[in-house]
């Protein structure tokens, strides 16, 4: 799997017979946030696995990101569960839990329903054309068998629809629940899981909300809560 240290790095201008004026050095919320995304996707999909003693200074390396932003990213970390921070001893990539994975989908089946209603009566246009794109590109991603790309379709699906359903409450509850899922799901998803059935019915909730169909996208929401409930009850026997 490729390692992604270069993620997210600056293209080089391409020249034009111009002097280009000076590069603006990117601010810190700004590098906070990269880092924070490039640590989240290291540990979901299991490149830093569970029970790994993670370092400030090694991940500053490893991401040619400074330590402020670094620590910055590991706050929200801890605060998804995805790290424990040890005082004094450093950081701890947190173990894997069905149980806490059980009550995880109790509150989340809830929250679901609401987001997925809520993004399909308050979403604009630019963001209804973006939920046909994600649905279109899971389905192609499933077809390929690259997880990677799913994962972050995935990801980005969650941030539309927190971002369409326009309820700051539910969005800020949600975003403690979506690593660890999407965590769980992608270290057991070659033993039990369906690509393609998941890719669907994921996609089926972009569409019932690019249709303005509250009704029909809570139940889409709903049809997808019972897959990955499913799984994760699977995963005892695997």
Do not use: C
């Not at 040619?64 to 670094?70: C, D, N, S, Y």
């Not at 963001?127 to 390929?144: G, K, P, V, Y």
């Not at 057991?188 to 909300?209: F, N, Q, T």
């Not at 990955?228 to 026997?237: N, P």
């Amino acid at each position: 799997m490729k390692s992604l240290k270069n993620r997210g790095s600056a293209d080089a201008a391409e020249g034009g017979g111009t002097a280009s004026a000076p590069a603006t050095a990117p601010d810190e919320s700004t590098m906070t946030e990269r880092a924070y995304r490039q640590l989240e996707e290291l540990i979901v999909t299991l490149q830093l696995p569970p029970g790994t003693i993670l370092s400030e200074q090694m991940l500053s390396q490893r991401l040619e990101i400074g330590r402020t932003p670094i620590r910055e990213a590991l706050q929200r970390l801890a605060l998804d569960g995805l790290v424990t921070i040890l005082p004094r001893r450093g950081i701890l990539v947190s173990e894997i839990n069905l149980r806490t994975q059980l009550r995880l989908l109790e509150v989340r089946r809830e929250l679901e329903r609401l987001m997925a209603r809520g993004a399909a009566e308050r979403a604009n246009a630019v963001e209804l054309a973006e939920f046909d794109q994600i649905a279109t590109s899971m389905l192609d991603a499933s077809r390929d068998s690259d997880d990677i790309t799913f994962m972050r379709l995935d990801l980005r699906l969650n941030l539309l629809i927190a971002q369409a359903a326009r309820n700051e409450f539910a969005a800020r509850s949600m975003s403690l629940m979506h690593g660890l899922s999407r965590r769980f799901w992608y270290q057991h998803y070659k033993e039990v899981a369906d690509l393609p059935l998941s890719a669907k019915l994921h996609a089926g909730v972009a569409r019932a909300i690019t249709q303005r169909d509250p009704v029909a996208a809570a139940g889409a929401s709903d049809r997808l809560m019972d897959y990955i409930e499913t799984f994760t009850r699977k995963t005892i026997d695997s």
